[in-house]
């Protein structure tokens, strides 16, 4: 339906309508209004020859996977442009670094303006030209300015802004006095809202939710037409600043009530006028966030009482209680949570649910001081009115009331499908009057006092009772249970003894009863035979069940620590049963008869000790799971070869097991596990396992010969670790259709097959296999691809003839005897190799690399020398190199293409190649440790350890450079050949940094004074081509000593020099652009200080030969004039 609705509205527009995809521009139809691209760059050039003067809407998308693959030749987009000055509508995404062309400006009708984009940090002013635009949105990550014109956009209806670094919105935003949306809900950083966001009278929607707590403006107050509002803000002025919102809708959270001591403010805010509010919740802890109940980013607005003064005020129980009374929802609210409240009573208003009607959910929470809960419903004159049932109230939620004693009105509450009441000790019944019939889920957790759950006949739709932790509870009900509950859970019931009554639930599907030690017996008349499911664990007092085989209808069973319990009698089972689940039955001695259970299809026993047989008469044949664990008296499992069904048999630490069967296992097992076995010597028979695909061995120590000539040749997977007496594995060659053999801690295994191995084999794992010294035939290993050799120390070298030529993942590690691995450069199809803690190797490879190899990985090779055939691996993806002293690689040696991925740690011969190849570099030096890599997340892993940092030196890859926590023992930082380079939050907090160096960093404009830390007493700024200004004047910067900039060409100007005041050195070189005056400069000549020869020449005239020779002046001298002169500044 929907492709003929497409080809329909394609044959109504005819040439209207035009879309490009895959590049290919085959015709342009004269007339195109609404034109879509889906493809690369490429189609812009194309476009600039066609006629699009009637162009309207222009939308650039991305192919899917190629997001940011759009426009990236910017010589053709500014004429594109020029080309489409009739565009009502254009979306594209901007993949450049540079920054968007001024010639959108020429958009002179444009009337919705949508840019996608990692790369702009700031919009032209030509924007703001767009005086019809009525839509704009910015997905721009890395925007950190909007421009300040942005208010000439008078006719700007939606503003929607997606950015991480923008903190602050320019105060000319409020001049867009018919924006409607202003959407900044993924501004992670924006710290304030501008201060006149009142004249924003026609805003209709406001969302700030991913920002961190907002301070409100008061000109909030001002738009009464606002409907939306989202997202976490701090209410230094009181709450009454919503009072004229009267419009807001959906949910709105207050929290620190108990900091809001002035009454009338609780009153001026009205919230029983804003009838479109849908849902209300009331905090009086101002840290709600550790509530489980908060909803975080699921609530619209939330607002945080927070007033200086009152935040150590002691609570107040008459205070709280006025508060709560004025405090009234509106009485279309749906629902309503109440936190925290500290009075003795609730307002009237909480019980009159009359006046609620479209409440369907109140939940109360920690009001530790509240008796009674009153949910009455009363007529129009005030009386109760048990008649009435207009209430659509759904859910009630009670949590945390130690002095709640009873819940009153309960049986009015004709809509009630949902009752939880929790940690409510001394409450003793629920209702007096019963509970309402419709009623289908009861959970009662914690409420130590309560003894019975009486009147519950009646519930005629209840489903599910869970009950938790009622320590005095001994009677479910003397009436009994409602007949169509259908999920009852008992846990923690210490007085419980016994479930009378139980045969009439007709209903009951599943049945749980946890920790309740007084339990004797479950039912003496029986269970309901429509049972399905029992669990039954920590019953410590029971001892046998009876009257199971009448649960006709019984599929799983679940006994778990019941220490009593000593014979489970299959007889007594009922025959439907398919999971049986035994654990922790330490009396437990046999399973008998449990051949009549024909549908048994899994079977669990788990820590039985005194289990010594499984059953005499055998298992069911239809058994297709057995598991076994931990039963230390097992000796044997007989009787296997009847379950013609069984697939899968695990058995795990059974330490008197001797042998698996005696009259063999059956013949469709298709997966062997076996574990923890000490005794077990071997595996006969089992060449009769034709479907046996997977056979795993571990922990078996006195199994010496696996006689791999027994087993079948269907075998895929050979799993075999920590057997300690196996010396051979003979007759591999049998296994053909063997794909993985995995070997493991077999010390005495000298030799795995003196046949070889089958030649079908693809994954090879041997490790700690000290005794292993050949793996003979492995050329004939035409099938492996993947190799791994862990702490072989035996083992001998791999010659180029033992390698296979399909390898294509070789992984090597503590290899002690390896000093080479000539031949390497044979294995074509290699894609992996990792070469770890071989101590001896010398060289990889007498010849190049495999030119296919995407990941290599060295470690720990402290006498490798050498790598060649670096340029020819077109295809890596990953370089790792750590802790390699010797290496070195000649500057021929260069990558073709950067991996994504590039580690090089403690290798101090790579610098010079690191820096020929220009890796996009990151370096830490911590006393004799050096660090490179283009993945700043591997380094900064753990950064709050490096407590012994002294220089920190990063390139390229730091964009995620610690957003959040601060160093406080860095001392030197260098930025070096950095492209882009994104703000760095937490440095003016490093107050131990003294020196930093900025270097070919041309992606810098600008450098704020904020950024940098008032601590600095060096700064260099060296080769930022870009850079235009350098500011230095908002900050004190009495500690700077030493300031030189050099070959930043496009600088003009350096703001502050003349606030510094105690400067040793100033160098300004190779900045042509520079605009200096001698104001500019520092206020004295100081004899230390050192300025570039051009400035020197162009500000300062030659010197006498008496000033020449003048004494240097001291520094108290020095200090004592430069605070007289700061003095005098300050009075003028």
Known sequence: MHDMIHDLAKLIA?????????????????????????????????LCSQNLRALRTFLLSAQCGCVYNMIKEVTHFPLLLLRTECLRTLKFVWKSEDELPDSISNLKHLRYLHITSKFVKRLPESVCLLYHLQTLILDCDGLAKLPDGLGNLINLRYFKLQTYWI??????????????????????????????????????????????????????????????????????????????????????????????????DAKDVGLKYKHKLEQLY??????????????????????????????????????????????????????????????SKFPEWVGNLLSFASLKDIVIIDCEKIRSLPLYIHDSLGKLDASISKSMLERVSIYGCPKLTSIGGLHNLHSLKQLKISVCPQLLILSEEGLPSKLQKLHNEECQWLTSLSGMQNLTSFGALNIYNCLQLWLLSEQGLPFKLQYLHIEECQQLTSLPGMQHLASLRALTITKCPQLRLLSEEGLPS????????????????????????????????CPQLRLLSGEEL???????????????????????LASLELLTITNCPQLQLLSEEGLPSKLQYLYIEECQQLTSLSGMQNLTSLGKLTIRNCPQLLLLSEEGLPS????????????????????????????????????RLLSVEDLPSILQDLHIEECQQLISLPGMQNLTSLGELTIINCPQLQLLSEEGLPTNLQDLHIEECQQLISLQGMQNLTSLEALTIINCPQ????????????????????????????????????????????????????????????????????QLTSLSGMQNLTSLDALTIQNCPKLQIIAEEQLSSMPKYVDIIDCPGLVKWCEVQKINCIQVVSGNKLTISNSWGKIMHGFDDLTSIEHLCFSNSWKLFLETISISILEELTIWGCTHVPSIRCLPEVTSLRSMVIKDCPGIQHMADQALPCTLDSLVVDSCEDLRCLQLALQNRDALKELQIVNCPKLTMVEGLNCIFFLRLLRIEQCPKIQLSPADLPPFNFPRVKIALVLQEKFNPPQSEEAENRETIDDKTLEKRVMSWKTRRLWQ
């Open 14 to 46: 005819g040439n209207e309508c035009y879309t490009i995809v895959d590049n290919w521009l085959s015709c342009f139809p004269d007339g195109v209004r609404h034109l879509c691209i889906q493809g690369q760059e490429e189609l812009v050039k194309s």
């Open 167 to 264: 903190k602050r919105l320019p105060e000319s935003v409020c001049q867009l006095s018919n924006l409607q949306t202003l959407d900044l809900h993924w501004c992670k950083q924006l710290k304030e809202l501008p201060s006149g966001i009142g004249s924003l009278t026609n805003l209709r929607y406001l969302d700030t939710v991913r920002a961190q707590s907002l301070c409100l403006p008061a000109g909030i107050k001002k738009l009464t037409n606002l409907q939306r509002l989202h997202g976490c803000y701090e209410v230094q002025g009181g709450i009454g600043v919503l009072k004229d919102l009267v419009n807001l809708q959906g949910d709105l959270c207050i929290s620190g009530l108990r900091n809001l001591v002035s009454i009338g």
């Open 282 to 343: 009331l905090f009086w802890d101002a840290n709600c966030e550790n509530d489980w109940h908060y909803e975080g980013d699921n609530i619209g607005l939330h607002l945080k009482v927070f007033l200086e003064e009152n935040k150590d005020v002691p609570a107040d129980e008459k205070r709280e209680e006025a508060l709560l009374e004025y405090l009234q929802p509106p009485t279309n609210l749906k629902k309503l949570l109440i936190s925290g409240y500290g009075g």
């Open 530 to 561: 429509k049972l399905e499911s029992l669990h039954i664990e920590k019953c410590q007092q029971l001892t046998l069940l009876s009257g199971m085989q009448n649960l006709t209808s019984l599929r799983a069973l679940t006994i778990k620590n």
């Open 574 to 596: 009922p025959s439907s049963l398919q999971d049986l689940h035994i654990e922790e039955c330490q009396q437990l001695m046999s399973l008998q008869g449990m051949q009549n």
């Open 668 to 703: 469709k097992l298709e997966k062997l596990y076996i574990e923890k076995c000490q005794q077990l010597t071997s595996l006969s028979g089992m060449q009769n396992l034709t479907s046996l695909i997977a056979l795993t061995i571990k922990s078996c120590p006195k199994l």
């Open 795 to 862: 083992l001998w070298l791999l010659s180029k003839e033992e390698l296979p030529s399909k390898l294509q993942y070789l992984y090597i590690a503590d290899y002690q005897q390896l000093t080479s691995l000539s031949g390497v450069q044979n294995l074509a199809s290699l894609r992996a190799l990792t070469i770890t803690n071989c101590p001896q190797l010398r060289l990889l490879s007498e010849e190049e690399l495999p030119f296919k190899l995407q990941r290599l990985f060295i470690e720990k090779c402290q």
